[in-house]
């Protein structure tokens, strides 16, 4: 076998390579051995004195070991928490802030929130329990800030010094404060919660004290870090999960939240004013007077199994400046989605975490539909009873539209047969000119083919607004109503433990007695609806209006059947105070015989065109203008 020479290069080299390796491992072992015997020596020299002889003695080797181990970690901790490194060993006590509403629980190690009790009467649907708004041991909050040489550091993972500085007159802690102290006295971090009386808020004041040089809060600020898997707290976990999310307002900026049916993230582009890990009807937020900065990071996840609602995820730049002292002022909100009780926190828009709806449905519910159950509840007990009254109020505030609806109807349906005629001499003919004899015939008689059109349109912002309202307002949580046992959940008359392959998925597993019995008025109320409608000829192509409605309905008895008992109760009630007030005005405020008359009397006095209609003939004859120019374009 012959070597040339690069290959002979090679081999040597890498000879050379394997000596000096094992030279230098040689001499490391050496030098870790000799430190070993002198930490051993250094150990042995501080042992304490020998026991007495009937007291057992352990090993000499057990207890070098476990002393080697602990300088070892000792330098460990030095190496990478720097001036913090005692801060490493301690006892993790627990603090309590408690009030009549809420109970907090803060974690020496840490120096966080650990846990939330609501204590103002809301439980948990499927234990009975107080409410708690995330799971203890699976969630965590931390905070996490930078040390010149040492890179971030977690406080999870250091120790405080705790002391109750105020409390109650029950003997209830109110204000706490913990100390996470440094090598140097004058060095250190502090955390002061006060818990205010009647409230759920926990106000948290975070000092950084002479460590303007160590901590680089310039360029690597200090973060909270959050993170929570929700408890499912009602009674129908799809629904609950629809209504999760992470809610947020960055400054400048309407109110925002991220997906509520899929997993979303965001990083903020502006100084953020408040976030909240929203679960339905409670929520877990943080305020930040100054603004958490740009470039704070929020998520959510959906779970795949049932043990919690939304996995929430928040790290959130707090307002620090560089200083000696340095300080940041945080609000902690822990407590139900309650209109009053979001509003005294005062933050901007924080109320709307209760999603009434966008734009004008928001309004109408906050301004209007709230304010009147607010009414009705200071002096009625019951909610069933309460909603039959909001919603008499709100249809006869909507009679009058009503009956402009049915009027218009009314006067279409008496101008039916003249309608039929110019159908008939028009059939197969130019549709613009049928188009034109309508609309000529309409402002003969004097009849508005759009005035139906423009009160279903005012009604429009009012029936969505209570399909908002009911899934959003907490005072109708947990309140019964014959068979229902929960207002703000399903009803159920008959239910079954069997899984049916998709059924399950989109009905569920109960029949829910309000939606059958709103459902069953919906069909009622069509069929009087559509017989006071003039009967049109079916046009060829288009839907048959009447099986649009039954089809319709029968949807409305899978989509609602998880909905809120009180929203299907609302439209039940509706429903049939629609259909009597149908009958009271057909038969008491409209005259078919008197709107014939007037029409032939309009016909008989010339009348002039509106603006409208002379712009919608123009439109017409434009139209037909262009028509006729494409058709000649085609024979050319």
């Known amino acids: 076998m012959k070597f040339d020479k690069n290959t002979i290069i090679g081999f040597a080299l890498m000879i050379i390579m394997l000596v000096a ?25 501080n042992a304490p004195a020998p026991a007495p002889s009937n007291t057992a003695i352990l090993p000499v080797a057990s207890a070098t070991n476990d002393t080697v181990q602990q300088l070892v970690a000792a330098q460990a901790d030095q190496a990478r ?11 993790a006590k627990r603090f309590v802030l408690k009030n009549n509403k809420v109970e907090v629980t803060i974690n020496s190690k840490g120096g ?3 846990k939330a009790e609501i204590l103002s009467g809301y439980k948990n649907f499927h234990s009975g329990e107080n409410v ?29 010094d705790g002391q109750i500085t105020g409390n109650d007159t029950d003997g209830n802690a109110q204000s706490i404060t913990l100390k996470m102290a440094s090598s140097d006295p004058a060095k250190y971090m502090e ?57 947020y307002r960055e400054n400048g900026e309407d109110r925002d939240y991220l997906s509520e049916t899929s997993s979303d993230e965001l ?22 007077p100054a603004g958490f900065k740009t470039g704070s990071y929020m998520q959510v996840g959906v779970p795949t199994d049932s043990t919690s609602t939304k996995n929430y995820f928040a790290n959130l730049i707090l307002p620090v400046t560089p200083g000696s002292a340095s300080s940041s002022d945080l609000q902690f909100y822990l407590g139900p989605n309650d209109y009053k009780e979001l509003s005294s926190t005062n933050a901007e828009e924080f109320d709307r975490i209760i999603d009434y709806g966008w734009s004008i449905i928001g309004t109408v519910n906050r301004y209007c539909i709230r304010p009147l159950f607010w009414f009705f509840q200071s002096f009625i007990g019951s909610w069933g009873l309460i909603i039959l009254l909001v919603t008499l109020t709100i249809k006869t505030v909507l009679f009058p539209i009503t009956w402009k609806n049915l009027l218009s109807s009314a006067k279409m349906r008496v101008l039916k047969p003249e309608i039929d005629e110019i159908n008939k001499k028009y059939e197969g003919k130019d549709p613009i000119e049928k188009q034109q004899a309508t609309m000529a015939l309409y402002r003969q008689t ?16 009012i029936l969505y607004a209570m399909f908002r309202f009911f899934p959003a307002e907490i005072v109708l949580r947990g309140k019964t109503f014959l068979w229902a046992d929960d207002l703000a959940a399903y009803d159920s008359i008959f239910s079954w433990q069997t899984n049916i392959p998709i059924l399950s998925d989109i009905y569920g597993n109960h029949i829910s007695g309000f939606t059958i019995l709103m459902c069953i008025s919906t069909y009622l109320y069509s069929q009087m609806s559509m017989g006071s409608q003039p009967q049109m000829a079916q046009q060829p192509g288009m839907p048959n209006m009447k099986v649009m409605m039954n089809l319709f309905t029968v949807m409305m008895l899978f989509f609602f059947n998880n909905q809120a008992s009180g929203l299907a109760l609302y439209y039940f009630i509706a429903n049939m105070t629609s259909i009597g007030q149908m009958w ?22 010339p009348k002039s065109k509106s603006s409208f209609m002379q712009r919608l003939e123009e439109a017409q004859k434009a139209q037909r203008a262009k028509l006729e120019q494409v058709k000649k374009q085609q024979k050319g």
Not at 21 to 38: G, I, S, V
Not at 133 to 154: A, C, R
Not at 446 to 454: K, L, T
Not at 584 to 605: G, P, W
Request: with cysteine; proline share 4%; hydrophobic share 45%.
């Open 81 to 91: 928490y720097g001036l913090f490194a005692s801060a490493r060993s301690g006892e």
């Open 446 to 461: 004097g009849v508005n083919p759009f005035a139906g059109c423009i009160p279903v349109l005012l009604q429009m912002p």
């Open 132 to 160: 708690r708004l995330w799971h203890d041991s699976l969630s965590t909050m931390k905070m996490v800030f930078y040390l010149n040489g040492q890179g971030p550091i977690k406080s999870d993972e250091l120790f405080f």
């Open 584 to 605: 009271v005005i057909k038969k008491y405020f409209i005259d078919e015989a008197a709107i014939r008359s007037k029409i032939d009397d309009n016909k008989k006095k």
């Open 112 to 114: 966080l929130i650990e």
């Open 267 to 288: 990083k903020t582009e502006k100084d953020l004013n408040w976030m909240a890990f929203k679960q339905d009807y409670f929520s877990a937020a943080v305020i930040a």
């Open 191 to 247: 955390l002061v919660y006060s818990l205010l009386p009647n409230s759920y808020q926990v106000n948290c004041k975070v000092n950084i004290v002479g460590l303007d040089r160590e901590m680089e809060l310039s360029s690597k600020p200090v973060a909270l870090e959050w993170f929570v898997m929700g408890i499912p707290n009602e009674k129908g976990l799809s629904a609950e999960r629809q209504k999760c999310s992470v809610f």
């Open 21 to 45: 390796f094992t030279w230098y491992q040689t001499n490391q072992q050496k030098a870790a051995m000799l430190e070993q015997q002198r930490l051993d020596s250094l150990a042995l020299a």
